[in-house]
């Protein structure tokens, strides 16, 4: 089946896939894109691997398997199936921290057709179009791929960005069984296999990210700052994994930000700060024990504003003695309705999490703040008297609606006031980011561990190397 929209034809996997059905599930065609008119774009970032169009294999741990073509890496992977509603935004999903370690599967039918746009940085330094530097996704799952696109901001496809990035990709498979399956049986254990033939014996190597610590991997390992122009304030941020415009939000609201390893002692340095913020991360959130402790002793010893998102969100509520619950399958989308218990007004958010806060264990200093209109499941608490408050959706939406986005100016007016009381107490007191300060500490994430993507390709160009360098020996 094919749109005629203009004269060039957009490639798709479409006719090129073989798909094994499940019993009581039905296979529809691919679709393929024509794109409008032709059109110079930016050359493409140089490729590292070559895309791979081998036959491919998704199987389900316990569960179905899929037949269908890659379109990225060659190099097989194992990690948690996840899906994702999302509509758009796969650029901003694909390079959240937050999917570390979890094998993403989109159910819009086709992804691909807009690119994949530069890594250019704005007045701030932070990446425009991604969230992180790389793909955090250990694998990507789709029906059909576009393998040309059209996008002013595009400069290569979906698949030379898998396959640069080392990661596998697979299409041509009937997502809608394989969600209705984890919608079932909940979150699985999958993998994908490049070129090979799926062994049932092999089950055993199937890697579970939940028994990692995930957030120890994209932590940053050293401080860094980012000042803003626009302000005096000056935040704490506790890096769990924190996305670009989690940053970009505290920043263009006249912030300035240092972000701290997430096992940093923040109570120690905290009265150097504004206030302090705990970003979203990926994994399990009672592998955080330090970050927990830490948060524990701040609350109990100073006044200062506190704001966590997601991840962040729960580990706010373990610090204060709640419990945290696994989801059946998590809510990862753009447009699940939070509401606000305090006003009554639905807000339509952007999550992506497979844990929640378990309300019913909430001490008597906090209450829920949100909820979730679809699955009941809390979506935020806030403390009674003090300026505390987590959501456990993204009020900065990248990608997803804005509805909620006020949330960082209540907080950053939480730390306004604090600044001016403390100003009161102290009037020499003085918290903005000292020059020097700037200067030595680096402006983006210090020694973050490769995906294992990134790693696959170090190991190829090693290899290449060696065999390059053992060529030119023997002539």
């Known amino acids: 089946m094919a749109f005629r929209l203009g004269q060039k034809t957009t490639k798709s996997l479409a006719g090129l896939t073989t798909i094994t059905k499940i019993p009581g599930t039905k296979v529809r065609g691919l679709a393929n894109v024509e794109s409008q008119i032709p059109r110079q774009v930016s050359q493409p970032r140089q490729r590292r691997t070559p895309v791979s169009f081998d036959t491919a294999n998704f ?44 094998i993403l599967v ?22 425009k179009y991604f969230e992180s530097p790389n793909i955090q996704a250990s694998g990507v799952v789709v029906q059909d791929v576009a393998l040309d696109y059209s996008h002013w901001t595009a400069v290569e496809s979906l698949a030379s960005w898998c396959a640069r990035e080392g990661v596998p990709a697979i299409s041509g498979v009937d997502t809608r069984a394989i969600v209705t399956f984890l919608r079932e049986q909940g979150s699985s254990l999958a993998k994908i296999t490049i070129g090979e033939e799926y062994d049932e014996e092999q089950d055993e190597a199937f890697v579970d990210p939940e028994q990692i610590n995930l957030v120890r991997r994209v932590s940053t390992k050293a401080p860094f700052h980012i000042s803003s122009s626009t302000g005096d304030l000056h935040v704490a941020v506790i890096d769990c994994g924190v996305k670009e415009n989690i940053l ?45 402790q830490s948060l524990r ?3 109990n010893s100073s006044q200062i504003p506190v704001f966590g998102i ?23 989308a753009h447009n699940i309705p939070a509401l606000d218990l305090t006003t009554g007004r639905c807000h339509i958010t952007s999550q992506n999490h497979g844990y929640a806060v378990d309300a019913q264990t909430l001490s008597k200093d906090f209450r829920e703040y949100f909820v979730n209109l679809n699955d009941g499941s809390n979506e935020g608490i806030i403390h009674i008297n003090r300026p505390i408050f987590s959501t456990q959706f993204h009020p ?47 402006k983006e994430r210090v ?29």
């Not at 989109?106 to 057709?113: A, K």
């Not at 920043?251 to 979203?280: L, M, Q, W």
């Not at 997601?310 to 990862?332: D, E």
């Open 106 to 127: 989109f159910t819009q039918p086709l992804i691909g057709n807009y690119g994949v746009p530069s890594s250019a940085r704005d007045e701030n330094g932070l990446l």
């Open 59 to 102: 199987a389900i741990r316990n569960g179905p398997q899929f037949s269908g073509r890659s379109f990225g890496a060659k190099s097989n992977i194992s990690g948690e199936a996840v899906f994702t509603t999302s509509l758009v935004g796969y650029p901003e999903s694909l390079t959240d921290p937050s999917y570390r370690g979890q």
């Open 310 to 332: 997601c991840l962040g969100h729960q580990l706010v509520a373990l610090a204060v003695g709640a419990k945290t619950i696994k989801l059946k399958y998590g809510n990862r």
């Open 396 to 442: 900065e939406a990248k990608g997803g609606p804005l509805d909620s986005s006020y949330l960082f100016d209540n907080y950053l007016e939480n730390v306004t006031r604090y600044k001016k009381s403390q100003a009161a107490l102290q009037p020499n007191r003085d918290n903005k980011p000292n020059p020097l300060l700037r200067d030595l500490l680096g």
């Open 297 to 299: 002793a701040l609350m």
């Open 248 to 292: 970009r939000s505290l920043v263009g609201r006249g912030c300035s930000v240092t972000c701290f390893p997430f096992d940093y002692p923040i109570e120690k340095v905290a009265h150097h700060f504004d206030g302090v913020f705990i970003s979203n991360g990926p994994g399990d959130p009672t592998h955080c024990t330090e970050t927990v």
């Open 447 to 475: 020694g973050v561990v490769p995906t294992p993507g990134m790693e696959n390709v170090a190991r190829a160009n090693a290899a290449q190397t060696a065999q390059t360098s053992q060529i030119a020996n023997a002539a």
